[in-house]
Every structure is written in structure tokens, then in C-alpha cells.
């Protein structure tokens, strides 16, 4: 009830305290809304008043759709083998070599010399070439080197380097976060460099406050530290979101930190979901990018998010999902100038400061943050993808239709991600010192993406046959009448190419199976991207045109914890 | 070239292609081609074609263009082309086609018919006349000899015949004709002998070894015309002395006086519609109540009436609730103004899911279409609905049976078997079925599902039943409709 109020309070008092900025946020909040809602009723009213222009509509509709596509599949197929490539680097000898760059390039040159013979030699002697990834990895890497060695600035000691990883939580299982702990437990970074943040909400009672003691017992003496932290419920200004856990838990580190004489500058945050499992090498490649950069502090870092952690345990078409969000994240990782942070990410905890934290009052924190860290720089800061991945949870449910209905509510609050455009407009507005056109670019490419998220899959299955079945009996006799349908299938079976190499990729990112776990399952996998024409209006278009219309209505979402099973 | 230059490229060469891509594949599927020789865009129209069999070769102005069916003629030119489809061993189609620019003309339903038709006959048995039920899975056979009527049902797919009953022959009472009124679940079927001196109403159930219900046992003859209830085939609606009355047949049980005054009646689904002795057409409920008068116009039933003193009419009723009316002059009336249709007329017929009627006068078939009504919202008063003459023979037409995909008609003349496309752009092609000897008597029935016709004809001159192949099963699947057209049964005389 406390926490109610406090929300409506929230709520008013933001309406009430920028008068004329609650104009423009309402304007803002209802744009994306509007334009989706437009589009999708104005190809419906046209399809049934005046078919063959919405015919034609659809047609330049497919096409740019399928030209997406390629563009889209191109990014995926490059960003993979990026990543690919890196998955055997070993970033902590990389971050050793930033010490001394001259020596590391020429150990460089030496090993990619050493490499170019063998493939020359395996050539020459028609044996197996051996894997020519390593060679890509190394070329890459000695390029990075010299170009560093052309700055003046000496990155630092990456010994020097402190990491505060958080796993904000509400009423988690005690195994999830003993999960999220071990994987930590088990990476090759000097353990000692660890700070780790167990956020409690103080709501949760007595459970969480037996969970924290759980915790401590098992993981205490393996890191540098390890903290638990209880929100408080019904601070001024707060909703009950995990941003507030996350910067009250944030804060208290400030406090350790402050005592321990540790720079904000040499210690990078990650706010990980509570199901995260890190690679081994994920604070090595964390690190290794935050020390070539010569802009470092005003940097977020994106890993890759994978839902590796109960993948042979889901049904399909929660598998499919969220393989698509992995495949997301890594064609937005391939165009890093418009890179956003997603769910789990690191970032600078200068720039965490300094932007004043995570906000309390909205639930895309994960995005939320890199914007105001995006405004608090007048533009100078970016999102740097890694090629680095974290394992997270498939939502499951007890059955089916739970399983369909969490997946929904997930959907719709990565949706809502959309609450963030007012926010950025608003910024954009108010800062005159970001370009006018990089402000244009980001507008676009956040108003582009959401409208696309919500419509496209309607437009595909639903929206794009009004012409053919209400066309009428003049439409029916049309040229274009005839056509369209064979445009559309000719596009879809193009696009099938597309779906193929998704499915190739599911298989290449997809871990080992477990001895457990059947054959048939395997086979399973190839199968569930026949389900994606269901899914992309279900569970994909409808959640985001949902959060939208939300919006745009005035009736804000509230947070709905992904419960992990 | 770097990463980002590198997507750079693939993003601005894809934005390029598709600015040029998309108008070029919107201006062709408008219709639109671009002639070098003017250099201007020409509009274009297409040509559709679809046939059974599949795979038929398909030429325009004599030169071929494809070589299997279905396929598509585009890029052509506003005009009048000549299209010729033919397959191997099949009759041949054709048909001048005009092409209109930005349009598609569709000849979509080509039926080619086997040049060779082997006809073989079904039973030993004469048979004079058939009747398909509802479910179109029994053939009714009415069979004529020297001891008596008889009639059975013949199980068309699993190739059964069953006796149902039969009048023993009697020189003072001669049956004329039979009429048969099948049970709404093709359970039972209702056989009227009609004979010079008396009728006899039997009820037979359409199964092996049932024993037939005569009706004169359970009420008292004579009359007037009979129907089973709607929803049960054990119950049955029979005018008496202008009195409708309901006879449950296996308890016996009567329940007289449903409705007076009537001087005849037909159910039609839930409704009983019936004339009566004030020349008023009404409907009502199955127990009677809530009575609607149908005709409030005078002028209408004036015409209704005044055709026919007897007031003997078949009913057709389309999915939409148009009415049809055929008397025995010949008169063929809608409850669509100008209520007149035409006169002269031999018999009509409906199709399965439109509002199409099908009727014919002496060697014309023609069509009278109520959907183009609706959709081009005519004014009433003015215009009628529209009347195309499909065919024409220089024989009289017996009958006619529509096909169920709505495009074909099966019209036997009183020489000859035809198959003769209905749809008005592409009326005038016919192909010949076969010959028959049995002039205005013969009868036929057509299965859609089994591509099969059944049709009487003499056999060293005792009337048969033949049938012959015409096309693959299951051609025309079941067309979904809301509500099925309803047209009355038919007397058939011996």
C-alpha cells in the first residue's frame, strides 16, 4: 500500500513539477504509440476502402522488409564471426601485454609470423590448414596494439583494475544466486580484484536477510569483498523497480569504496540480472576493453547476452525467443555507434557517479542508464560491444500457457523500454551542445526500431492480406491483385535463406548437450524456426504494441520480477 | 575497407537497390511494362489460366505459350486474344478472351473431359428414374417391371443397393409417378405413389432389411403433400382437409391442427411456409406461432395466384433468402422486383452456395444471377436481376445439374449429354458426354465428390443405369456455406 502511494505520488509530482515539460513528455510518450497504431490502422482502413494503393503499400512493405533482413542477416553472420573468433582469446594475457605495448607488439608480429607459416606450411604439404580464426583473432589484436601505441596515454595496470559486479534481486531462489556466485567463483580473473554486491529488497523479510547469511558463509573469503545490501521500500521518489535496489545497493559500495581509498576510476560496475553466469574470460575482456579506450570512463560495455542456463530444459518457442534476443544484441553490437546497454552490462563507476546512478523511478534501468550517462556527457559516450557473452535464464513456467504468459510479460517490459524516449527527447531538447545531427540519428533510430518491434509482425502475418481478403470484387480482378501474392511468396521464400542461417548459427552458439538430454532434442532445435511466423505477432509485436499503447495512454507499467525456475 | 566503412557500403547499396527495385516491381504488378519501342509504359493485363487435368498445354493466337497448366499470361495488350487448352486424350478448350489493361481475366476452371467415355451399366434391375439425397452419398432408384414400383437406394461409395419398398402393379390403379422426400438426416425417405386412382404414402428407413411404415395405417387418406419435421426423421408434417397436422411414426402419436387453412406447404430448416386459402404466403415457427406474412404486396401475390388457380409451385430458396417460384405453366417468379422473371419456362435449378438460378425454356439455358444485384446495388424498380443466356441447342433441354464448384453445368437434351461452362464471360464452350435414347424421360445425377455420372438409357430397350467417369474424385471439395440454397422435390413421372 506504502508503495502505491508512493508510485501515484511519483507519478503526480512528475506531472506537476516541470509544467511545460509535461507537455512535451506527454507528446513524446504518445509519438510511438501513434505512429504504430497508425500504421496498422491506416493499411487496414485502405485495404478495405481503396485496396490496390494498400496492395502497393504492402508490396514496397515486403521489400523493404526483406532488404532489412539481408542487411540484418549480413550484421549477425559478421558479428558472430567476430565473436567466433575471440572465443579462445585469453584476455588476461592481453590485458598483461597493455603494460608494455612495444614488447607486446612484437611478440604479436612473432606469433602471427609463426601462424602464417604453419598455414603456408600445411599448404604446401596438403595437410589440414589449421584454423585460420586464431590468425583473424591475432591480426585484429596487433592492429588494436599499434594503433594504442600511437597514443600517448599509457592505459593502466589492469592489476590496478577493481570490478563491483550486483545482482539486484527480489525473491529469488537461494540456487539461482548460488549459480550466478560459482560461475563467478570459476573465472580466471584474480578473484581478489572482486567485489560482489548481493542486493536484497528489504520487502522480502526474513527470506532474504537467511539467503544473504547463506551467501556469505559459502562465498565470503573468495572475493576482495563480499556485500549484501536491504533496500529500504518506499523511499521518496522511488517505484518499486530494480533500478532503486541496484543504486541503493551502488551507493553503499561508493561508501566501501570510499573507505578502501579505491578510484572510481579504476573500478568498472556490472549490474548483472540475479540468473547471470559470466564466461571465464568475461573481466578479462571487460577489462582489456575498458584499458584500450582512450575514453574509457565515458564508456558502457555490452557483452552478449546468451540464455544458455536452462535452454535444454524450455519449450521451443521460448528457446526461439530469446535466441532472437541474442541475435539482436549481436547485430546491434555491429553498429556501435547506436549501441544502447541491455539487461546485463558494465560501465565505468566514475561515470555511474556522475550521472547519478541508475534510476529509481523507471524500469528499463539497463537502457535508462546509458542514456543519462549519454545526456550527462552532452553526447560523448558510447556503448563498446564485447566480444564476451553472459548465460542467462530462459523464462519457464509451470506449463505451457505460464510459460506463454511470462514470456509475454518479459516482452512487454523490454518493450517499455520505449518510456525512455520522453526521457531522451526531453534531454535532447534541453541540451544544445550534442549535434543536432547525431540527435536525429538516435531519434530515429529509437522511434524506427520500437515501431518496427511493434508492427512488423502484425504487418507480415495479419495486416499485409487485408488487401487480398476485403479487396472486393474489383480488386479481385486487378493485376495487382494477382501479384502481390506471389511478390509476398517470392519475398518469403527469399527469406527463408535468411531463417536458414539462423538456424545454422542457433546450432553453432548452442552448448554442448548434456548425456541427459536426448538426441531428438537436437533435432528439436532445427524445427522451432518454423514456429517464428506464430510467434513474431504473439509474442514479439503485441507485448511491444502493448507497452506502447500503455504509454501513450497514460497507464504505466509496473514491475512484474521474472521469477527463474 | 574497415568494419565501419565496410557496413557503410552494404547499408547505402541495399537503401540504392531498393529505391530502385521497388518502384520497378510496383509499376509491374500494376500492370505496367515498358515498351522500348515508344519508350513509354504500356498497361497491361493478364491472363489466368487453371484446368483439370492439370499439366494441359495452353496456346494464344495459336502459338504455344505453356506447356503445363496452371499458369499465368501476363504483358499482354488490351484486346481480344484466341486461348486454346489442350491435353493429350481430352477434349479441347476454347475460348476468345478479351484482356483488359491492369486486369486479370480468369479462366481458372477449365474442365477437359475425356475424349473416350466408357459407359457401364450398374444393375440388372430397369430403372426409369434417380434421385440423389441430400448428402449426395445414396442414389434413389426408382425401378418399374411388370409386378411392381419398386424403389432402393443405391450406396454410391460403397457400391451397395438396398430395397426400400415398393407398390405391387394393379391394372385399377396404375402409379403414374413417384415422389420421393428424403429425411433432413438422410435417414429416411418419404415415397409418394401416385396413382390414377389413389396415392400411397410409404416410409422407408434407408437401411438393409427395414421394414417400410405405410401411412394409411396410421392416419386416414387421402393427404395433400407430406414432409418429415426438420429436426426428427421419425416425425412427419402432412396437410389434411387445409389442417397441418404432425404424426410421430414409431409411437403413433398425432398432434392435429399446428395450422388451418393451408392450401399447401413446404419446411425449409426451422420454418414452415405455406399458402393459404386468402392467397397470403406466410411463414411460422415449427408449432405454428409467430406467423409472418411474406407477401404484404398484392401486386406480388396477384401474380402469384393468378398464374396458378391450383397454386402449385416449386419453391427455390437461395443461402441469402432470395425466393424463386415455378408453376406448372411455366411461369418463374422472385420475390425481387419486378417479381416477373419469364415465362414458358421447363424447369429450373440452383446452384449449391450463390445466388444463382439456373433455368431453361425449349434448347436455352439461361441464368439469372442475384449477386451482381447486391454487389452493384441496383435500383429495384428499374432493373431486375440480370439474365444471361448461357446456351442454346436446337434440341429441347430435359434437365440441367449444376456442379458444385459453380462453374459447370451437366444439361441433357433430349439426344444428348453435355457439359457446358455457366460462367457468362465464358459461356458458349460445351463438350459432348455421350448420346442417349430415352428423349424427356431420361434422368441423371452427377457426383461431385466421386467424378462420376449416373444416367438411365435403354439397354435392348429396357431403361438402365449407366455410369461413367468424368473427372478425378474429390475435384470439387465441399464449398463452405453458411446456408445451403433449398429447392422443392421434384414429381417424377414414369
Known amino acids: ?565 | 575497407m574497415g568494419l565501419k566503412q565496410l557496413r557503410n557500403f552494404i547499408f547505402w547499396t541495399l537503401v540504392l537497390l531498393y529505391f530502385v527495385l521497388a518502384p520497378v516491381i510496383c509499376f509491374q504488378a500494376l500492370g505496367f511494362v515498358f515498351d522500348p519501342r515508344t519508350i513509354s509504359f504500356v498497361k497491361t493485363g493478364i491472363i489466368s489460366i487453371d484446368s483439370e487435368p492439370k499439366e494441359a498445354s495452353v496456346y494464344l493466337n495459336g502459338a504455344l505459350y505453356a506447356e503445363k497448366t496452371p499458369t499465368a499470361i501476363s504483358r499482354l495488350r488490351a484486346g481480344r486474344y484466341e486461348v486454346r487448352v489442350e491435353a493429350p486424350n481430352y477434349q479441347t478448350w476454347v475460348q476468345p478472351l478479351e484482356v483488359r489493361a491492369e486486369e486479370v481475366t480468369r479462366a481458372e476452371h477449365i474442365l477437359l473431359p475425356p475424349v473416350a467415355i466408357k459407359p457401364s451399366a450398374l444393375f440388372s434391375i430397369p430403372v426409369q428414374t434417380i434421385v440423389p439425397s441430400h448428402d449426395e452419398r445414396f442414389l434413389f432408384l426408382i425401378s418399374q417391371d411388370a409386378k411392381a414400383t419398386a424403389v432402393y437406394a443405391f450406396d454410391m461409395k460403397k457400391d451397395r443397393l438396398m430395397f426400400l419398398a415398393d407398390h405391387p402393379r394393379s391394372p385399377d390403379n396404375p402409379i403414374a409417378s413417384v415422389s420421393l422426400n428424403i429425411s433432413p438426416d438422410d435417414r429416411r425417405l418419404l415415397v409418394l405413389f401416385h396413382g390414377k386412382t389413389s396415392d400411397e404414402h410409404i416410409v422407408a428407413t434407408i437401411s438393409d432389411r427395414a421394414i417400410p411404415i405405410s401411412l394409411s395405417k396410421l392416419i386416414k387418406m387421402p393427404i395433400a403433400n407430406v414432409r418429415f419435421h426438420p429436426r426428427s426423421s421419425k416425425e412427419m408434417l402432412y396437410l389434411q382437409n387445409g389442417v397441418l397436422n404432425q404424426l410421430d411414426l414409431e409411437e403413433g402419436i398425432l398432434k392435429e391442427g399446428i395450422l388451418k387453412g393451408l392450401k399447401s406447404f413446404e419446411v425449409i430448416e426451422d420454418k414452415i411456409y405455406y399458402f393459404t386459402d386468402d392467397a397470403h404466403l406466410f411463414s411460422a415457427n415449427l408449432d405454428g406461432k409467430e406467423a409472418i406474412d411474406l407477401l404484404p404486396d398484392r401486386g406480388l401475390r396477384r401474380l402469384l395466384f393468378g398464374q396458378n388457380p391450383r397454386n402449385t409451385y416449386r419453391m427455390f430458396l437461395t443461402p441469402k433468402g432470395n425466393a424463386f417460384w415455378l408453376s406448372e405453366k411455366g411461369t418463374l417468379l422472385t420475390n425481387r422486383l419486378p417479381y416477373f422473371a419469364d415465362e414458358d419456362v421447363s424447369g429450373a435449378t440452383l446452384s449449391t452456395i450463390s445466388e444463382k438460378l439456373f433455368y431453361w425454356k425449349a434448347g436455352e439455358l439461361w441464368l439469372l444471377d442475384l449477386s451482381d444485384l447486391e454487389e452493384k446495388r441496383q435500383n429495384f424498380f428499374e432493373r431486375g436481376p440480370s439474365k444471361t443466356l448461357l446456351w442454346k441447342s436446337n434440341q429441347p433441354i430435359v434437365s440441367v445439374r449444376v456442379m458444385r464448384e459453380d462453374n459447370h453445368a451437366i444439361v441433357v437434351t433430349e439426344k444428348k449429354i453435355v457439359l457446358v461452362e455457366t460462367e457468362p464471360r465464358l459461356s458458349g464452350n460445351q463438350f459432348i458426354i455421350g448420346n442417349h435414347s430415352l428423349g424427356r424421360k431420361i434422368t441423371f445425377y452427377f457426383n461431385d465428390d466421386l467424378g462420376e455420372l449416373y444416367w438411365t438409357d435403354l439397354q435392348d430397350e429396357i431403361p438402365t443405369l449407366y455410369h461413367a467417369k468424368l473427372f478425378r474424385p474429390s475435384l470439387f471439395p465441399f464449398s463452405f456455406s453458411f446456408r445451403k440454397s433449398y429447392q422443392s422435390p421434384e414429381e417424377v413421372f414414369l
Open chain 1, 1 to 565: 500500500m506504502i508503495a502505491q502511494e508512493n508510485e501515484h505520488d511519483i507519478l503526480k509530482k512528475r506531472a506537476d513539477s516541470h509544467h511545460g515539460a509535461v507537455v512535451w513528455r506527454r507528446i513524446f510518450e504518445i509519438t510511438p504509440g501513434f505512429l504504430s497504431w497508425f500504421l496498422l490502422l491506416a493499411v487496414a482502413f485502405f485495404a478495405l476502402t481503396d485496396p490496390i494503393p494498400a496492395a502497393v503499400f504492402v508490396i514496397c512493405f515486403y521489400l523493404f522488409w526483406f532488404f532489412r533482413l539481408i542487411y540484418m542477416t549480413i550484421l549477425l553472420v559478421a558479428s558472430y564471426v567476430v565473436l567466433a573468433r575471440e572465443r579462445n582469446t585469453n584476455w588476461i594475457e592481453r590485458c598483461r601485454d597493455l603494460n608494455n605495448v612495444s614488447v607486446a607488439i612484437k611478440r604479436a608480429q612473432e606469433r602471427l609470423s609463426k601462424h602464417e607459416e604453419e598455414v603456408k606450411h600445411a599448404q604446401r604439404t596438403r595437410e589440414k590448414v589449421p584454423i585460420t580464426r586464431r590468425l583473424h583473432s591475432e591480426t585484429a589484436y596487433l592492429r588494436r596494439l599499434e594503433h594504442l601505441a600511437q597514443t600517448t596515454e599509457q592505459p593502466f595496470d589492469f592489476r590496478s583494475i577493481y570490478h563491483v559486479v550486483l545482482f539486484p534481486n527480489y525473491r529469488e531462489d537461494i540456487h539461482i544466486l548460488k549459480s550466478a556466485l560459482s560461475s563467478l567463483r570459476e573465472t580466471n580473473y584474480p578473484l581478489e580484484r572482486l567485489i560482489v554486491v548481493v542486493a536484497f529488497e528489504e520487502r522480502e523479510g526474513e527470506a532474504a536477510h537467511a539467503k544473504a547469511d547463506e551467501l556469505s558463509r559459502e562465498f565470503k573469503e573468495i572475493f576482495f569483498n563480499l556485500m549484501t545490501s536491504f533496500h529500504p521500500d518506499g523511499l521518496p521518489g522511488e517505484r518499486q523497480v530494480k533500478g532503486a535496489n541496484a543504486t541503493w545497493a551502488a551507493k553503499k559500495v561508493m561508501e566501501f569504496l570510499n573507505e578502501e581509498k579505491i578510484a572510481f576510476e579504476q573500478v568498472l560496475v556490472s549490474c548483472f540480472d540475479a540468473d547471470t553466469r559470466v564466461g571465464k574470460e568475461y573481466f578479462g575482456c571487460l577489462t582489456y576493453n575498458f584499458l584500450i579506450r582512450p575514453n574509457r570512463l565515458h564508456c558502457s560495455f555490452q557483452p552478449i547476452p546468451v540464455y544458455h542456463n536452462n535452454l535444454w530444459q524450455a519449450p521451443a518457442f521460448a528457446r526461439i525467443l530469446e535466441t532472437g534476443s541474442s541475435y539482436w544484441q549481436l547485430i546491434e553490437s555491429a553498429n556501435p555507434d547506436h549501441l544502447v546497454t541491455f539487461s546485463s552490462h558494465s560501465m565505468s563507476f566514475q561515470a555511474l557517479v556522475e550521472s547519478g546512478f541508475w534510476p529509481v523511478d523507471m524500469i528499463s534501468d539497463d537502457s535508462a542508464i546509458f542514456w543519462k550517462c549519454f545526456l550527462h556527457y552532452k553526447g560523448n559516450y558510447r556503448a563498446i560491444p564485447m566480444s564476451a557473452t553472459v548465460s542467462m535464464n530462459i523464462i519457464i513456467g509451470k506449463n505451457w500457457l505460464d510459460t506463454f504468459r511470462r514470456i509475454y510479460v518479459q516482452k512487454r517490459r523490454w518493450a517499455w523500454g520505449i518510456e525512455n524516449f520522453p526521457m531522451v527527447m526531453l534531454g535532447f531538447l534541453e541540451t544544445r551542445e550534442i549535434p543536432l545531427i547525431e540527435k536525429a540519428r538516435h531519434t530515429l533510430k529509437m522511434l524506427e526500431s520500437h515501431v518496427s518491434w511493434a508492427t512488423w509482425g502484425l504487418m507480415l502475418t495479419l495486416v499485409g492480406w487485408l488487401p487480398v481478403l476485403f479487396g472486393g470484387r474489383e480488386y479481385g480482378f486487378s493485376v495487382v491483385s494477382y501479384h502481390l501474392p506471389r511478390i509476398a511468396q517470392m519475398i518469403f521464400n527469399l527469406a527463408t535463406v535468411s531463417m536458414l542461417i539462423s538456424a545454422i548459427l542457433s546450432f553453432m552458439i548452442v552448448p554442448k548437450r548434456p548425456a541427459r538430454v536426448s538426441r531428438f532434442r537436437n533435432l528439436s532445435f532445427a524445427f522451432q524456426w518454423l514456429l517464428l511466423p506464430l510467434i513474431l505477432p504473439v509474442l514479439l509485436a503485441l507485448p511491444a504494441l502493448d507497452a506502447q499503447t500503455r504509454l501513450m495512454l497514460g497507464r504505466y507499467l509496473h514491475f512484474e520480477v521474472s521469477r527463474k525456475v
